[in-house]
């Protein structure tokens, strides 16, 4: 993700496919991401992104400043 995000790629994080060992501990690292490194979005979100083929368009319209 560091990698990517160094590359200037748009990281798209899917909050409900990661865990932690804790709800706080899960909450802190998807905020640090969503600060950080990129977008964090539902499952069901990034499927319907994926599926219309949005997901390339809207990323390649915010420039990464704008985060």
């Known amino acids: 993700m560091r990698d990517a995000a160094a590359l200037d790629y748009r990281v798209v994080t899917v909050a409900d496919a990661n865990a932690a060992q ?3 501990v899960l909450n802190a690292t998807l905020h640090t ?3 950080s490194f990129g977008d964090v979005r539902p499952s069901a979100e990034v499927i319907e992104l994926l599926a219309t083929g949005s997901a390339h368009k809207q990323a390649s319209r915010q420039p990464r400043a704008a985060r």
Do not use: G, P
């Open 33 to 35: 991401v969503y600060r």
């Open 22 to 24: 804790s709800d706080a």
